[in-house]
């Protein structure tokens, strides 16, 4: 499977300020999503990146509060803006593989804590 | 409604037994997919199993296996000899063909492997 990474691993962050979390994987995967993973939660999909396009978004997401650049196809970011405490959780980047399933792979995570 | 539920939020177990975690999920899709994946503390998901709703026989990986039954919709995973490495959250996940490629997680099983 696909080797993802993410940097930061974790930050505090303060109130207001924005956090640009980075995902690589070492192979070109058409489709990266976010997910974010709020303390306790479960996950819940953010955006789907394609390559060359805009991301699209779920419901309750919208691009002003997380915008999502993918600019290759084995790179992409995620920025948190005008945080609150509220944005604290982990954030994790996947990618789908075409095997039995398409199932996801995911990278290591990044923890935001929000203060 | 839910579409993936898992009723046990927590669960002890004694190292070298068998362990069942529980999953149920709700979809019209007569095309889907199903997943399990666990979470160690570290926070990072790992892809365990897959189980596609046209697959005649139950999916297994090592000690892993999915107790697909079709008519319940239900998709139990099944840990046998667990380890004290076992101990993590554990997430159901389902894929429907009409989603757009996208996975929908349960509440997640804390599973605690005791000595």
């Known amino acids: 499977s696909a080797v993802i990474s993410q940097k930061p691993s974790r930050d505090i962050c303060q109130r207001g300020t924005s956090l640009t979390i980075q995902c690589q994987v070492d192979s070109q995967v058409t489709m990266m999503f976010w997910y974010r993973q709020q303390p306790g939660q479960s996950l819940t999909l953010i955006a789907t990146a394609n390559q060359g396009s805009e991301a699209t978004y779920e419901s309750g997401f919208v691009i002003d509060k997380f915008p999502i650049s993918r600019p290759n196809l084995t790179f992409s970011t995620l920025t948190v803006s005008n945080m609150s405490p509220e944005d604290s959780s982990i954030y994790l980047c996947?990618?789908?593989?075409?095997?039995?399933?398409?199932?996801?792979?995911f990278g290591p995570g990044t923890r935001l804590t929000v203060t | 409604a839910q579409k993936i539920t898992q009723t046990q939020p927590g669960m002890f177990v004694q190292e070298k037994e068998a362990v069942t975690l529980d999953c149920t999920y709700d979809?019209?899709?007569?095309?889907?997919?199903l997943f399990w994946y666990k979470q160690p503390s570290s926070g990072e998901m790992i892809f365990l199993i897959y189980q596609g709703s046209y697959d005649q026989q139950n999916a297994t990986e090592g000690r892993y296996s999915l107790n697909f039954q079709k008519a319940r919709k239900s998709a139990n995973l099944v840990i046998s000899a667990s380890q004290l490495g076992d101990s993590a959250m554990y997430f159901c996940?389902?894929?429907?063909?009409?989603?757009?490629?996208?996975?929908?997680f349960g509440k997640g099983t804390r599973l605690h492997i005791l000595p």
């Open positions: 979809t019209s899709d007569p095309s889907y997919g």
């Open positions: 996947s990618v789908e593989e075409p095997g039995q399933g398409y199932e996801q792979y």
């Open positions: 996940a389902m894929r429907e063909a009409y989603r757009d490629d996208k996975i929908i």
